[in-house]
């Protein structure tokens, strides 16, 4: 085991088992698929519907989503801009050890600055984090919206609310884009299983 | 996919793979072996032991310690009481995450309060949270520290320093005990196996 000094009082250790070991375990590679889009627009249904395909093709998986993320690790967090931008580091941070783990884990949060994705991105390496936007409009998600969040939204109860009162910066150069107003659900999971396919994650 | 509402305005999805499901596809089941105890006292220097030793029986793992969490997802806090006490509280959900994930955790973390120690066990299963103490006095762990870092605390350049000037609180009912001022780090890895064994979490 290789120890490597910090300056900082926490050392450094190089552990037995990298992720290229868990990897070939696993017998794919490790990733994280990062979901983006509005509220309502399909991140998380899809998501779900790919690791179900994945699964049952024998991978390691995990997702990611506000139900056991906002509940969790940032439950303390609210979404104020500063409070947005702290919710998808950790995520990232945590996203990047699982991917350490040697695991395809698939994200579905809005994380609607380009910023923030753009600093997840940058804690993995080259084919490590794929983007994919799930494009849908605020009218089109607003009428999905089964719980009236969007409703809640316009008229102010919710505030910061992206689409409504908080701005969507829409990704420039994404992985794959998913047209979830006129794409269904297992189509759109089924393209992200090819771009997995492609990249070479999986077999 | 059953869609449970919440009164947050966060939804809450089931997905269609859960922990069970992964624990037969890994072939082992999903727990947390947490060790606890001053620093140099060889928590991670184990934990490590005890990851190659399961990862060559096909296990999937992953440590946790000072290394990839201080540096990432706890880089905002100090060693403060309540920066400890937040510390301890997001390893806790990340922990959680990756049991459900279905891997055999383990963490490598001073964690000296009880009361941190026993939120973390609350938010898991019976039978996910293994407590390991790794039992070694401060003035012993102090002659092995190659950094200086006990003599800096000594001196008052490093504050709040677990066994010098903070507290450390002994676990109570621990899962196993080693007792590292006179065992060497191999011969407790295999008793933390045998504890893994005896739980049957692995075969």
């Known amino acids: 085991m290789d120890k490597i000094s910090k300056n900082n009082n926490i050392t450094w250790f190089n552990s037995y088992v990298c992720r290229e070991d868990r990897e070939r375990l696993h017998d794919h590679g490790a990733a994280v698929i990062w979901f983006t889009?509005?509220?309502?627009?399909?991140?998380?249904?899809?998501?779900?519907?790919?690791?179900?395909?994945?699964?049952?093709?024998?991978?390691?998986?995990?997702?990611?989503?506000?139900?056991?993320?906002?509940?969790?690790?940032?439950?303390?967090?609210t979404f104020r801009r500063e409070d947005r931008a702290e919710n998808i580091r950790r995520i990232g941070e945590m996203v990047k050890l699982f991917?350490?783990?040697?695991?395809?884990?698939?994200?579905?949060?809005?994380?609607?600055?380009?910023?923030d994705r753009r600093k997840v991105r940058s804690l993995l390496k080259?084919?490590?984090?794929?983007?994919?936007?799930v494009e849908c409009s605020s009218e089109v998600c607003a009428t999905r919206d089964q719980k009236g969040i969007y409703a809640?939204?316009?008229?102010?109860?919710?505030?910061?609310?992206?689409?409504?009162?908080?701005?969507?910066?829409?990704?420039?150069?994404?992985?794959?884009i998913i047209r979830s107003y006129k794409e269904d659900a297992s189509q759109a999971a089924e393209r992200v299983i090819r771009l997995i396919e492609q990249c070479k994650l999986i077999r």
Request: proline share 4%; with cysteine; hydrophobic share 35%.
């Open 37 to 77: 889009g509005f509220s309502a627009s399909g991140k998380s249904t899809i998501a779900h519907l790919v690791e179900k395909e994945l699964h049952s093709r024998g991978c390691s998986t995990y997702v990611f989503d506000g139900d056991n993320v906002r509940h969790g690790l940032c439950s303390d967090l």
């Open 99 to 115: 991917v350490d783990a040697g695991m395809i884990v698939l994200t579905a949060f809005i994380s609607p600055y380009r910023q």
């Open 126 to 133: 080259d084919g490590q984090f794929l983007e994919v936007y």
């Open 152 to 176: 809640k939204a316009k008229a102010g109860v919710i505030r910061e609310f992206t689409g409504i009162s908080a701005p969507y910066e829409v990704p420039e150069n994404p992985d794959l």
